[in-house]
């Protein structure tokens, strides 16, 4: 039989093995990728990079955010077979901060 409890903030729900044989009833609703209230993934629905992206961590917006643009740009543009091959080289040009 399965139940749910709360602990804390926390909600445990156990379910059983007959739970998890019943198909699912959800319905999935398809994203408009011209809502603009709509939250964007890492790449926009125009292939561009969301560098608003809260995935990226604040990589982009950090101390070395430039060159972590300029950097990731270059794989994410890339059109060689062995995707970034030609960016091997950016990283190593850029100043060190070590």
């Known amino acids: 039989m399965s139940y749910c409890r709360q602990e804390g903030k926390d909600r445990i729900i156990f379910?059983?093995?007959e739970d998890h044989e019943t198909p699912s009833s959800a319905e999935l609703v398809a994203d408009?990728?011209?809502d603009p209230y709509e939250e964007q993934g890492l790449i926009l629905p125009n292939g561009d990079i969301n560098w608003n992206c809260p995935c990226l961590g604040g990589m982009a917006s950090g101390p070395c955010g430039e060159?972590?643009?300029s950097a990731f740009s270059c794989f994410h543009y890339s059109t060689e077979e062995i995707k970034g091959s030609?960016?091997?080289?950016?990283p190593r040009s850029l100043?060190?901060?070590?």
């Open 86 to 90: 030609d960016c091997v080289d950016q």
């Open 67 to 69: 060159q972590f643009k």
């Open 15 to 17: 379910a059983t093995k």
């Open 95 to 98: 100043p060190s901060r070590g």
């Open 32 to 34: 408009d990728p011209d």
